[in-house]
Each structure stands twice: as structure tokens, then as C-alpha cells.
């Protein structure tokens, strides 16, 4: 994946380009993004998305609401497992801050 001293060159910033065009994820977070300008906006939101959810929630609540989602599959939520196989989520951090 290219470095921002690499998307800041014009020359780079065009074949990256034409790699995002063919598919490829040249910017770290900027899955699905069908060039290299809307993968970077795709990162960007990314990370401002968790930043500010995490803001929101609080350290303890944001942690919680990770190990759920780190248990969910196609099949069943992260909430069904956890209690599947006794796993407890303390959802009482999952207090909202803003």
C-alpha cells in the first residue's frame, strides 16, 4: 500500500490511481474505493467513524462493544454466541457520552 509521501506525488498519485481503478486497495482503509481519491475519503471516514464512536461509548463501552462484534459470524450475532458460550458483555459500559 502506498505512504502519504507517495499519494503526494503526482506521478505515483497516477498509477495509484490506475491500480484503484483495476481494483486494488492502494490506501490502507480504502476498501471498495474505485479510485485512488475515493479511497482515501473511504479511509478518512474510516477513521474518524471509530474515533468518534469510541469518544462517544468511552474507553470501557467501546472495548465491550468490540469483543461482541468479535464473536458475531454469518450465522448468529456476536450477543447469541457470547451467551452460547458464556462469554459476558458487560453492556452497562456501553454508556453514551454525547
Not at 65 to 81: A, E, V
Not at 85 to 91: A, F, L, P, R
Amino acid at each position: 500500500m502506498a505512504s502519504a509521501q507517495e499519494r503526494k506525488d503526482p506521478n505515483k498519485r497516477e498509477e495509484l490511481d490506475a491500480k484503484a481503478r483495476q481494483g486494488e486497495t492502494v490506501v490502507p482503509g480504502g476498501t471498495g474505493g474505485k479510485t485512488l481519491e475515493a479511497q482515501e475519503h473511504l479511509a478518512e471516514g474510516r477513521q474518524k467513524g471509530g474515533e468518534t464512536r469510541r469518544e462517544q461509548m468511552g474507553r470501557e463501552g467501546y472495548q465491550e462493544m468490540g469483543k461482541k462484534g468479535g464473536l458475531s459470524t454469518m450465522d448468529k450475532s456476536g450477543g447469541d454466541r457470547a451467551a452460547e458460550e458464556g462469554i459476558t458483555i458487560d453492556e452497562s459500559k456501553y454508556k453514551t457520552k454525547g
